[in-house]
């Protein structure tokens, strides 16, 4: 069937680093003069200083090229413009929606401060898919379908049965998929300790956009057309003291 053959998915990701984690860091740097008024104190930046990076040794803003799996010859793998607190997309990737295809961004979480920080929660975004072209005329086993305007969405379910987003923190040590969160039980995992003289602590991570190998079959809004797959914003605190 032509819509089993339907081509290019583009993934569109955005990764948000919840800057609301710093305020933990804050509550470490407030005085109260008890005399007739309190007083602001700012934050020390090398006190508190945690990250996004492309590298392990400092906090480095930069772009990461993804990793290809089971892809054919014009896919693009795209690029993530990484900042100390928000990765954004830069070129998106394209997939083909066939068995095995999938797109890996990796990088870092780096601490380059001088007090310890721990993983606090994981919040992922959910997937949701929109055609990408325009209205047109297909044939599907002798009958003739029109596709929807580009921008018409397809059903969330019929998106998450044929995509997947997971972002893995520390080698599988925490990991969540679209639409699901963890706010507690981390502990010690993924503890990033303060800075030693050049030494800093660091984590891997992979944000993992992938094909899930349904069939088209039995889906609700079976897509007769290249579309986009996005990914709402997600986050990951940190702060310090663990939960």
């Not at 795209?78 to 961004?105: C, D, M, R, W």
């Not at 507690?184 to 003289?197: A, Q, R, S």
């Not at 079959?217 to 709402?232: K, Q, W, Y």
């Amino acid at each position: 069937m032509e819509r089993q053959k339907s081509g290019k998915v583009i993934a569109i990701v955005a990764l948000l680093f919840a800057v609301a984690g710093l305020s933990l860091g804050f509550a470490a740097y407030s005085t109260t003069l008890n005399i007739s008024s309190t007083a602001d104190v700012k934050l020390d930046s090398n006190a508190w200083k945690i990250g996004f990076s492309t590298a392990t040794t400092a906090i480095t803003p930069g772009t990461v090229t993804g990793t290809l799996t089971g892809a054919e010859t014009n896919d693009n793998p795209g690029t993530l413009n990484l900042q100390q607190f928000v990765i954004s997309q830069t070129t998106p990737a394209t997939l083909h929606t066939t068995n095995g295809s999938k797109v890996e961004y990796n990088f870092y979480i780096v601490n380059e401060g001088d007090l310890d920080a721990y993983l606090n929660s994981i919040t992922m975004g959910n997937l949701s898919c929109a055609y990408a072209t325009g209205s047109q005329t297909t044939i599907d086993n002798g009958h003739t379908q029109v596709t929807p305007e580009a921008g018409a969405t397809i059903s969330d379910n019929d998106c998450r049965a044929m995509f997947t987003a997971t972002l893995d923190i520390g080698n599988g040590s925490s990991t969540q998929t679209n639409g699901t969160s963890k706010a507690t039980g981390f502990g010690d995992t993924n503890k990033l300790v303060k800075k030693n003289g050049s030494t800093l602590a660091y984590v891997p991570v992979k944000l993992t956009i992938a094909y899930t190998d349904n069939s088209y079959n039995g889906l609700a809004n079976a897509p007769l057309s290249d579309f986009t797959v996005s990914l709402s914003d997600s986050a990951v605190v940190y702060g310090t003291s663990s939960n």
